[in-house]
């Protein structure tokens, strides 16, 4: 453990191959300056920090809490003429927090998809450990999504800096974040129970989970609960859930649940296939006027 006592904790955000999302993500924090107040920002690709990016290849930046962006490759990808691997090695041994964010940075993510025996995330390749996760599990923290929101990671730095640890799940993901699916929370479940969905993106009424693929009940994430901008998720405007904090995103076929005579062919998270059939049976001996009624209005 380093002695920090008597200093601010030392922030250092190093990206690789990445679309830069979750850093523009985390810029629309509603308190993101006050949040930074709490730490020593040295380096960032986008914020004025205190480091320059020569400073930075040449490996000379103190760290203790880094930030991972990006897919990450061992040979390929540089920065200053620096592999991006020797810079991630060196920060990462050095710091004593680690946190990847975003989806690329956790499993590999979109950028896996160019090259996927080359690419993954920093400990995690899909679902499969990296040879780095040995090195560096103790350390790390997993924030999935494509991208992040910027709460979560403002939750997860806000409590290293009060010294408060954070319970994560097999996935290095913290619990109080992920530990429900997004489905959770969400507004349709009423629908989804009496297997009312809607027939196209954008309705107000309906579930999107057996005709427009929705991947709530299978992802883990607060997305329903930590609302974006406070306001508003993918479901609430009637677009299906990515799964974007999974191992297996992106997937193929996403926008269709595949079923088997009407009942999908994977289980919703949590849910055994006998208890799913039971419900379903019920569901079916009954019919709820306001539903149908509502949905009408939909499909005229």
Known sequence: MKDTVGRKLRLLWLQSITCNGNTHSFLNHPELFSLLSHFDLVHHPVLESGYSMEELTDKKIPCDILILEGSFIEEGFT??????????????????????????????GIFKQKDPEKISG????????????????Q??????????????????????????????????RPVELYGYTVHSG????EYFEWKIDAKQFGLKEGCL???????????????NKILWNDITSKTRVGTPCFGCTEPEFP??????????MGIPATMPLGIPRRAYLTLTGVVKSFKIKRFSERLLEYDK
């Not at 997937?251 to 088997?260: I, P, W, Y």
Request: aromatic share 12%.
């Open 186 to 189: 969400c507004t349709r479940n």
């Open 139 to 172: 350390k790390l923290i997993s924030l999935p999504g494509c991208p992040i929101h910027p709460r979560w990671l403002s939750y997860v730095l806000l409590m290293i800096a009060s010294g408060k640890k954070v319970a994560l799940d097999s996935l290095h």
């Open 251 to 260: 997937k193929v076929g996403l926008f269709s649940t595949r079923t088997n």
């Open 79 to 108: 920065k200053n003429g620096v592999e991006v691997s020797s810079l991630v090695a060196h920060y990462a041994q050095r710091a004593e927090y680690i946190v990847s964010a975003g989806t690329c940075a956790t499993f590999g």
């Open 209 to 223: 989970f057996y005709e427009q693929g929705c991947q709530g009940p299978y992802t883990r994430g607060s997305c």
């Open 122 to 137: 920093f400990c995690f390749d899909g679902e499969e450990r990296t040879e780095r996760y040995e090195h560096y599990a």
